[in-house]
Nanobody, 119 residues
Framework: QVQLVESGGGLVQAGGSLRLSCAAS????????VGWYRQAPGKQREMVAR???????NYGDSVLGRFTISRDNAKNTVYLQMNSLKPEDTAVYYC?????????????WGQGTQVTVSS
């Protein structure tokens, strides 16, 4: 079991920045991948950024060059630095963890944090 707690969402003007945090209940280096997803009203949930236990990073096309995912192993926390925010970035952002145990894939989600970007 992995519990995930997100924080850092809020209201920001277009062009501004926010940093989201995802605190995990266990060592993040033991988690196969931790990622950020978002879901806007009426849209499907999409992957924003993901970091693997080996440090590999993936980004969604719409955030490439603007968002950066990082982690602090000592704090078991993954961050999403969001710069040059646009109104279309408005969504609920969810932290996700994928953990393989005995070859069984388990997936965990946080409760989500709202990000609203005003124009």
């Amino acid at each position: 079991q992995v519990q995930l707690v997100e924080s850092g969402g809020g209201l920001v003007q277009a062009g501004g920045s926010l940093r989201l945090s995802c605190a995990a209940s266990k060592s993040i280096v033991s988690i196969n991948a931790v990622g950020w997803y978002r879901q806007a009203p009426g849209k499907q949930r999409e992957m924003v950024a993901r970091i693997t236990s080996g440090g590999g990073r993936n980004y969604g096309d719409s955030v490439l060059g603007r968002f950066t995912i990082s982690r602090d192993n000592a704090k078991n926390t993954v961050y999403l630095q969001m710069n040059s925010l646009k109104p279309e970035d408005t969504a609920v952002y969810y932290c996700n963890a994928v953990l393989f145990t005995w070859s069984v894939r388990n997936e965990y989600w946080g409760q989500g944090t709202q990000v609203t970007v005003s124009s």
